[in-house]
């Protein structure tokens, strides 16, 4: 990410943790060295992998800290732990200004995380957001689709 920032020219900060529903840690699978790539989140150790620890934080926590504002627009995209970021950050999302939320929903992913595509739907639509639906063109992610996810505020 650092080096995705000063390629672009881009200022910013990067924040050395995961959004989740409560403090904790996990692993965080690093991918092969190549521009582009991303990494997955588990939330327990499997061994012979290049991992990281890192920490968990709910998104509630981090709005506020450090003078962080509350977000207008968000882009969710975590491979299947997307119930775990909604619901870190289901205060702010509820009482505060977010208006857009693009989230990318991974329907075979979710049940790693314990939840399903209806879950995260229905947080969404329980926070005030109207949905659309919005496919997603890519081969390594069959069967994802982003929702549009929008509130009057």
Not at 48 to 58: A, G, Q, S, W, Y
Not at 77 to 82: A, I, T
Request: a negative charge.
């Amino acid at each position: 990410l650092r080096e995705n920032l000063e390629l672009n020219n881009i200022t910013g900060e990067v924040c050395e943790y995961a959004l989740a529903s409560e403090y904790g840690t996990a692993e965080l699978e690093l991918p092969e060295d190549q521009a582009g790539a991303v990494g997955s989140v588990e939330m327990s150790s499997v061994e012979n992998r290049n991992t990281v620890e890192v920490d968990l934080v709910p998104g509630n926590d981090v709005i506020g800290s450090d003078g962080l504002p509350a977000p207008d627009v968000m882009k969710i995209d975590v491979d299947g732990g997307e119930m775990e970021v909604l619901s870190g950050l289901e205060d702010t999302l509820g009482n505060h200004s977010c208006r857009l939320i693009f989230c990318e929903i991974h329907p075979d992913a979710l049940p790693n995380y314990g939840a399903t595509e209806q879950e995260v739907r229905d947080m969404l639509t329980g926070l005030g957001y109207s949905l659309s639906k919005r496919d997603v063109s890519h081969d390594s992610r069959e069967g994802a689709y982003f929702v549009r996810a929008e509130k009057e505020v």
